[in-house]
């Protein structure tokens, strides 16, 4: 079981939908990400919010919007996506947002499918 | 941009034989975390290393940083099936809090 808890496990969703992916800890971590992991690929990283503010954005098609309303809550509203864009989306959690910043803890992943 | 590989992509072992999986990177490395992710799973964090020469221990699994800094390995003896899995390396260098994998190295133990 994990700590950090992400919703829906499984997203199938056309080109023209609008959608979002939801992330949440109560672990009391300040720092929260987004990964993208295609099959048999290491996970990519998208986005880390530190303190509830955007600190990295990996060059990231605005198709895909983070959002972080509170410090608990992580989300990903996702439109306009592409086929390509099919994928295991991670949310992450760590204790500290900078220097070592000690172990991420991973949800288990939505993993969507964009037809 | 800085890519760490791993070696081998993939390696098949049968149960009780040992496994080895090496971090490279053409440049020094910050801290090295290793993670080992299971079929359909997400990413476990296993340890975490910080010194140069730094060695640490869980039961079967041995860590090693290289003195350089610039390489990690992960060594498991006698394998069992529940080793199944991708382990990546993830380093941590640069601006802070991005976390970048390796390549991963998959592992297939059979009996």
């Known amino acids: 079981d994990t700590e950090v808890t992400q919703t829906p496990k499984h997203l199938v969703m056309g080109m023209t939908n609008k959608k979002s992916l939801k992330c949440e800890q109560h672990m009391g971590h300040r720092a929260m990400y987004w990964y993208k992991q295609k099959a048999k690929k290491p996970p990519e990283l998208m986005f880390v919010?530190?303190?509830?503010?955007?600190?990295i954005n990996e060059s990231v098609p605005s198709r895909f919007s983070p959002e972080c309303p509170n410090s608990s809550l992580l989300n990903l509203h996702l439109h306009a996506l592409q086929p390509e864009d099919s994928a295991l989306y991670l949310c992450a959690s760590s204790p500290r947002t900078s220097g070592i910043i000690g172990e991420l803890f991973f949800g288990e992943g939505s993993r969507l499918t964009v037809l | 941009g800085q890519q760490v590989m791993q070696i081998p992509q993939y390696q098949h072992v049968q149960e009780g034989e040992d496994f080895t999986t090496y971090c490279n990177s053409s440049?020094?490395?910050?801290?090295i975390q290793w993670y080992k992710q299971r079929p359909g799973g997400h990413p476990v964090f296993l340890i975490q290393?910080?010194?140069?020469?730094e060695v640490k221990k869980q039961k079967r699994l041995t860590f090693q940083f290289g003195e350089a800094k610039k390489n990690s390995s992960l060594h498991i003896t006698a394998t069992q099936t529940t080793d199944v899995g991708t382990y990546f390396c993830?380093?941590?260098?640069?601006?802070?809090?991005?976390?970048?994998f390796g390549t991963g190295t998959r592992l297939q133990v059979t009996l």
């Open positions: 290393l910080v010194k140069s020469g």
């Open positions: 440049t020094t490395l910050s801290n």
């Open positions: 919010y530190s303190y509830e503010k955007l600190s």
């Open positions: 993830a380093d941590l260098t640069g601006t802070a809090s991005k976390l970048t």
